[in-house]
C-alpha cells in the first residue's frame, strides 16, 4: 500500500517586487515556511512512513504538482495576503476531471468562533475542513481519519505538547527553502496572554507554552551555519511576544552566540512582550544593536474608550519614559506603532496620541490605518456593526502574479470611517501618516521638528497647517499644491468597493489596464517630500514657521 500522498501550501507572490523588497526594511519580503514544516515534521512523527509530504511557498509549482501527481490530502495556510492565492489553488484542483482530494485550510485566518469558522468555509468553496488555532492536531486528526477511515473531528488545537513536535529545520523538512531569498524564521513560544480583538492573536486562550531549549539552541547554530553566505537576510523570532518568558534571556544569549560564531544573524527581529518588563530589557542588552528595529513600544491608541473596545492595556507614560531613557543610555533606537481607525478613536485623541509621542522622545512613530481581516474579533459582524465599520479595499505591493494564465491579486481592507471618525478624519491621517513617515522615518528636518516638540509646540497642529494649500502663487506655493493634490487623488483613487475591484481585475485580465505599479503612498509622497528637502518643502515649512503663511479656506 503506496503513502498517504501531502501536499502542504504556504504560498507566497513569487515576483521581483517581494524578492526585493526595500519597503519593508530588509532584503526581501519571503519567509521560510515554518508553519507548514512543523505540520510536516509533526504529521510524519505520527505517521511515519504511511504518509508523503511535499511543501510548496510557489503557487505555479504546487498547481503543477497537484496536476501531475494528484496528492490525496491538499493543506492551504492561509493569512489574508494570500487569501486569493489559496482560492485559486482550490478553485483550480476542483477543476480537475475525475479527481477529488481532500482540501483542508488553516491558519491566522481560521477564527477561534464556530459560527466564523462556518461562514469563513462559506466564503471558500471547495474546502472540506478548517482548522483552527495551531494546526499541528487538527491536522493529524485528519490524516488519521482518512488512513483510518474514521470520522474526522477538528480539536481546537491549543494543548499541543511542544516537545513532541521535532524540528522542521534539524530534520531535513525545510532544506528546500534555505538556500533561496526566504528569510528565516524560528518560533521559541506560543501563545499571547493579551487579548487585543485587532490581532490574530487575540482570541486564543490558553497555556502560554514554550520548545525545549535545547532544540532552540540546534535550530540556530544550523540556521547560522546556511545563513551565513547571505547576512543581510533577517533573523525573524516570531513569538507573539518574545521577552516575556525568563528563559528568553537564554535563548537572546543562543543568538549572539550563534551570530558570534557563525558570522550569522547580523540582525533579528522580534515583537517586544507589550508589558515590556525587565526580562525584556535583559533580551535588548543582550542583543544590543541586532535587533533591527530597536526597542518598540506599540500604543496603538492611548484613548480609554478605544482601549477598552480593543481590549488592551497600555503601558504608563512613566514605564514608557523610563523605557525611553534606558534604551537611549545604551544607544538604542526606539519605535512606537500606532493605527488610526480603532473604534471610538477620533481625530483629537489621535492627534492628541500622535503629539504626546513626539513630545515622549521616540526616536521613530510608525503609524498605520486599521486594516480588517479574517480571523480577528474585530472581524466579526456584531463587532462592526456595534462600531459602524466602513471599509474598503486597496491593493497590496508585490501581492499579484499570473498563475498558468489566471490573474491573482490580494487586496487589504481598511476602515475608512466608523461611528466616531468620518472619512474626512480617514484622508487627514492618511496625510498626516506620510509626513509622520518623512519626519520619521526618512529624517526631513527631523531637528527642526525636535525643537519645535521641545518648545512646547503642537506637531501636528503645524503638519496640520502643511496639510493646507496656500494662497501664494510662487513656485514653492503651486509646488505644494501639486502635492497636495496628487496625494489626495491618489487616496481616493486607490480605495475600491467590491464591485469596482472586481472590474479592475477583469480590465487587467483581458489587457484593457494594468495594475498600478507604486501601490504603498505613505512612504511614495514622504519620499517626494525628502526629494525637495530644501527647495519648495523647505520654503513652505519657514512660511509656516514664520507666520507668514494665510491658510486658504
Given amino acids: 500500500m503506496r503513502p498517504l500522498r501531502i501536499a502542504l501550501g504556504d504560498l507566497s507572490y513569487i515576483n521581483d517586487a517581494n524578492e526585493t523588497n526595500q519597503n519593508v526594511g530588509w532584503q526581501n519580503n519571503l519567509y521560510v515556511p515554518l508553519n507548514i514544516g512543523y505540520l510536516s515534521s509533526y504529521t510524519k512523527h505520527k505517521f511515519g512512513r504511511d504518509v508523503g509530504i511535499t511543501l510548496f511557498k510557489d503557487p505555479t509549482s504546487m498547481l503543477e504538482y497537484i496536476r501531475n501527481i494528484k496528492p490525496d490530502l491538499i493543506g492551504l495556510s492561509a493569512y489574508y495576503w494570500n487569501a486569493e492565492l489559496t482560492k485559486l489553488i482550490v478553485q483550480k484542483t476542483r477543476e480537475i476531471s475525475g479527481y477529488s482530494p481532500i482540501i483542508v485550510m488553516g491558519g491566522p485566518s481560521v477564527d477561534s468562533d464556530q459560527t466564523e469558522q462556518a461562514l ?11 482548522i483552527p488555532n495551531e494546526g499541528e492536531e487538527g491536522f493529524v486528526s485528519v490524516v488519521s481519519g482518512i488512513l483510518g477511515g474514521s470520522e474526522i473531528i477538528i480539536p481546537m488545537g491549543l494543548k499541543t505538547e511542544l516537545d513532541n513536535i521535532p524540528s522542521p529545520y534539524l530534520d531535513g523538512t525545510l532544506d528546500p527553502f534555505l538556500t533561496g531569498p526566504f528569510q528565516p524564521m524560528v518560533q521559541t513560544s506560543r501563545l499571547c496572554p493579551y487579548t487585543c480583538s485587532f490581532c490574530v492573536s487575540g482570541k486564543n486562550r490558553g497555556k502560554l507554552r514554550a520548545f525545549n531549549l535545547d532544540q532552540v539552541r540546534e535550530e540556530l547554530i544550523y540556521i547560522g551555519k546556511r545563513f551565513n553566505d547571505r547576512k543581510d537576510h533577517v533573523l525573524h523570532i ?4 518574545f521577552g516575556i518568558l525568563d528563559r528568553d534571556k537564554e535563548v537572546a544569549k543562543f543568538v549572539r552566540h550563534t551570530s558570534d560564531t557563525y558570522d550569522y544573524p547580523k540582525q533579528i527581529f522580534f515583537y517586544n512582550d507589550k508589558r515590556f518588563t525587565q526580562i525584556a530589557r535583559d533580551v535588548h542588552e543582550i542583543a544590543g544593536s541586532m535587533v533591527y528595529h530597536g ?4 500604543l496603538q491608541s492611548e484613548n480609554p474608550e478605544t482601549l477598552k473596545a480593543i481590549k488592551r492595556r497600555n503601558l504608563t507614560d512613566e514605564q514608557v519614559t523610563s523605557a525611553i531613557n534606558w534604551a537611549h543610555g545604551l544607544k538604542l533606537k526606539t519605535s512606537t506603532e500606532l493605527i488610526f481607525g480603532l473604534p471610538m478613536e477620533t481625530r483629537a485623541s489621535f492627534k ?3 503629539d504626546k509621542c513626539a ?10 490605518n486599521l486594516i480588517i481581516f479574517d480571523g480577528i474579533e474585530m472581524n466579526r459582524k456584531a463587532y462592526r456593526e456595534q462600531h459602524s465599520l466602513e471599509t474598503k479595499r486597496r491593493l497590496m505591493h508585490g501581492n499579484s502574479t499570473w498563475v498558468n494564465n489566471d490573474l491573482c491579486v490580494e487586496s487589504e481592507e481598511v476602515v475608512i470611517s466608523s461611528n466616531t471618525f468620518n472619512f474626512d478624519d480617514y484622508r487627514f491621517f492618511r496625510a498626516m501618516n506620510a509626513l509622520f513617515h518623512a519626519i520619521f522615518i526618512n529624517g526631513l528636518h527631523k531637528e527642526f521638528f525636535r525643537q519645535l516638540v521641545a518648545r512646547g509646540e503642537s506637531l501636528t497642529g503645524f503638519l496640520e497647517k502643511f496639510l493646507e494649500p496656500t494662497p501664494d502663487s510662487d513656485y514653492a506655493a503651486q509646488a505644494h499644491r501639486d502635492w497636495l493634490f496628487e496625494f489626495d487623488k491618489a487616496m481616493q483613487d486607490e480605495l475600491y468597493d467590491d464591485n469596482a475591484l472586481n472590474n479592475l481585475i ?3 485580465k483581458i489587457g484593457r489596464k494594468e495594475l498600478p505599479v507604486e501601490i504603498k503612498l505613505q512612504p511614495i509622497f514622504a519620499r517626494k517630500l525628502s526629494d525637495h528637502k530644501h527647495g519648495w518643502v ?3 515649512i519657514d512660511r509656516i514657521h514664520n507666520n507668514k503663511i494665510s491658510i486658504a479656506a
Fill in 120 to 130: 469563513y468555509k462559506d466564503r471558500n468553496p471547495g474546502v472540506d475542513y478548517v
Fill in 238 to 241: 516570531v513569538d507573539e511576544n
Fill in 295 to 298: 526597542v518598540t513600544l506599540s
Fill in 352 to 354: 492628541a496620541l500622535l
Fill in 359 to 368: 513630545k515622549l522622545g521616540f526616536d521613530s512613530i510608525l503609524c498605520y
Fill in 506 to 508: 477583469s480590465d487587467v
Fill in 538 to 540: 523647505k520654503t513652505i
